[in-house]
């Protein structure tokens, strides 16, 4: 399975970006897809998730209200609607998704280590 993140840029402060997500060879209609941010000196953490069979979400609540995760499974891609930008958003979004089966897929949304492939990220830089 191979992900593709794109979308980034350089935004002003309240702006918005759109970023997309699209896997090769599978629908996500039965996995798991994340989205994960690392800004510059600083550990990755989580943004969003969404398992679309079973219809959950969840979002960290720093993004909680400007962020919309989405999936289009004619498409095989998954979007992350960016409003309000702040320049604290700044940072590589990377896309991730499990492989829908065995106790990884077992974990929790928000923790990365239920992610097995990962895209290569896209960078969101929002100035103030």
């Known amino acids: 399975v191979q992900l593709q993140a794109s979308g980034g840029g350089l935004v002003q402060a309240g702006g918005s970006l759109r970023l997309s997500c699209t896997a090769s060879g599978r629908t996500f209609l039965n996995y798991a897809v994340a989205w994960f941010r690392q800004a510059p000196g600083k550990e990755r953490e989580f943004v969003s998730a969404?398992?679309?069979?079973?219809?959950?979400?969840s979002y960290a609540d720093s993004v909680k209200g400007r962020f919309t995760i989405s999936v289009d499974n004619a498409k095989n891609t998954v979007y992350l609607q960016m409003n309000d930008l702040k320049p604290e958003d700044t940072a590589v979004y990377y896309c991730?998704?499990?492989?829908?089966?065995?106790?990884?897929?077992?974990?929790?949304?928000?923790?990365?280590?239920?992610?097995?492939?990962w895209g290569q990220g896209t960078l969101v830089t929002v100035s103030s």
């Open positions: 991730a998704a499990d492989s829908g089966v065995g106790d990884r897929a077992r974990l929790v949304l928000e923790t990365s280590r239920r992610y097995e492939y």
């Open positions: 969404i398992r679309w069979s079973g219809g959950r979400i």
